[in-house]
């Protein structure tokens, strides 16, 4: 069935739909900025609204809250140390010491621009190769999903070059904490000492949470009662407006290389936007001139993720679009509100449903364009923050760590796992450990673990290495996985110190 373009142009730009793209990108830096909210969450509670509409003001809806909550949880990462989104981790790394510096409209501005050429490259890649792309999913099986988290693990001796024992450590932890729950092969719970909220494992949004914001939190009350500085840097009177066109074409390498594997790690179903993130952050450091920096305040430490995250956006609804796979929980709950209406994934909606289809993929880009606007011109709003004594920042913090927590399935037992990772994220931190590598842990010791026991299921008693080294992408991961762990050793031998050494 042929689409007619200016019909679906009609549709996507009739004053009706613009409102309603407008209004779900708002919804969504909502969602995304405030901790604990999520884009989930933000289409789950909103997905009733879509009831009335035409399916293809709904699809618009759905898909303007993603646009808008991937960037939406930079914000509290940059401004106030807490990922309003697991996709937003990353960010934190150099997004809030930017801030601290007094460049926190810096890294705001980059995060939203880096975020829209992200979230457009995406679109593009659902518009013009979604039924091709779709089929990269059908390749990735138990092994080669063992080998993805096993070369995402990798990551940790990028992120902790300084204290590379401490690294493995804290991804250590991350895999035990990981472990917790239903064992996956035997179905039995594990690890949960009797108690019943444990059966379903840790919830990862009040994990990260308390890793992130409470420790944060303890030192804005530390400084407050030593009387030391109380404010960050003021942001008064700043305007971002658009980057420079020399700035776009340095960063060019950076937004692409992210953004393809954001699209990339999209189409695979399960992967998530926070291993995009983190993914992006390594080879941008592993590529960059001057890697050190990293973790300083570097502009391309906040690029690099926002790219991936918002670049998942297009990848994760090309198989669930093409197959009936969604890439993540988002996708899977804009599935759900497509078969609301009547529409099934696969070849119907590029055929009997293309208006649909390709009214929901055009509108994708204005959405994207709505959200670099509200981005640019709304985000100095948020940055009212910096100019708050820290210790009522602090108790703002807390009420919305506490509410978001609690919001994510309405049990008090989240808001418990928040302040026990809190506690232990301030130990930690005390202790000199860095918690991006628990975190990475926690995220991929479950992939791992189901890919293990898929690939011996599958394996048929064979020989496990040689079975999974017969699997092409496996091989390549494989490949990659050395170069990833190999490259921060090389530069410690080069230095002429020992891991021993940089563990002190």
């Known amino acids: 069935m042929s689409v007619n373009l200016i019909d679906v142009l009609a549709s996507v730009f009739s004053l009706k739909n613009l409102l309603i793209s407008a209004a779900g990108v708002m919804v969504g830096n909502i969602f995304g900025a405030l901790p604990g909210l999520t884009a989930a969450m933000g289409i789950a509670i909103l997905l009733p609204l879509t009831f009335g509409m035409n399916p293809a003001s709904a699809l618009i809806l759905m898909g303007a809250i993603f646009a808008g909550a991937m960037w939406g949880g ?216 001057h890697p050190e920096l990293f973790g300083t305040g570097v502009i391309e430490g906040v690029a690099a993720p926002e790219a991936a995250n918002n670049s998942l956006c297009g990848g994760a609804l090309i198989p669930m679009l093409t197959l009936g796979i969604p890439g993540d929980s988002v996708a899977a709950i804009i599935m759900g509100g497509l078969m609301v209406h009547g529409l099934l994934p696969g070849a119907e909606l590029f055929t009997k449903h293309a208006h649909v289809t390709y009214t929901f993929i055009i509108a994708l880009y204005m959405a994207n364009i709505f959200m670099l606007f509200f981005g640019l011109y709304c985000a100095p709003f948020f940055t009212v923050v910096t100019d708050m004594p820290k210790h009522i920042l602090a108790a703002a913090v807390i009420l919305l760590t506490t509410i978001g927590s609690f919001a994510i399935r309405e049990n008090i037992f989240d808001v418990y796992v928040m302040l026990v990772f809190g506690v232990l994220g301030y130990l930690m931190k005390a202790h000199g450990f860095d918690l991006p590598p628990v975190v990475l842990g926690i995220i991929l010791g479950p992939m791992m673990e189901k890919g293990l026991y898929g690939t011996l299921a599958i394996s048929e008693g064979e020989n496990l290495i040689f079975f999974v080294l017969s699997r092409p992408i496996s091989v390549i991961l494989l490949i990659l996985t050395i170069i990833s762990l190999g490259i921060p050793l090389y530069r410690q031998m080069k230095l002429g110190q020992t891991i021993f050494d940089r563990a002190g």
């Open 74 to 289: 930079s914000v509290s990462a940059i401004l106030i140390n807490t990922p309003g989104t697991p996709s937003a981790a990353a960010t934190i790394l150099d997004g809030y010491p930017m801030a601290k510096k007094g460049m926190a409209a810096d890294a705001l501005r980059e995060s939203v621009w880096s975020s829209f050429i992200g979230g457009i490259l995406g679109v593009i890649a659902l518009h013009l190769f979604a039924p091709p792309l779709a089929m990269i999913s059908l390749w990735f099986g138990p092994p080669e999903y063992f080998m993805l988290a096993l070369f995402g693990m990798t990551i940790i001796a990028a992120l902790s070059e300084k204290a590379l024992i401490k690294g493995f450590l804290g991804g250590f932890l991350g895999l035990l904490i990981g472990t917790i729950g239903m064992d996956p092969l035997l179905g039995v719970p594990r690890f949960t000492f009797g108690v019943a909220n444990l059966v379903d494992g840790i919830e990862l949004v009040p994990a990260l949470i308390g890793l992130f914001s409470i420790p944060e939190t303890f030192e804005m009350i530390r400084s407050h009662i030593k009387k030391e500085a109380q404010r960050l840097p003021s942001l008064k009177n700043i305007r971002l407006g658009f980057p420079t066109l020399r700035h776009t074409v340095r960063m060019m390498p950076v937004y692409l290389r992210s953004s393809i594997i954001g699209i990339i790690i999209g189409i695979l179903p399960g992967a998530g936007g926070s291993i995009a993130s983190f993914m992006a952050y390594n080879e941008t450091r592993r590529t960059s001139k």
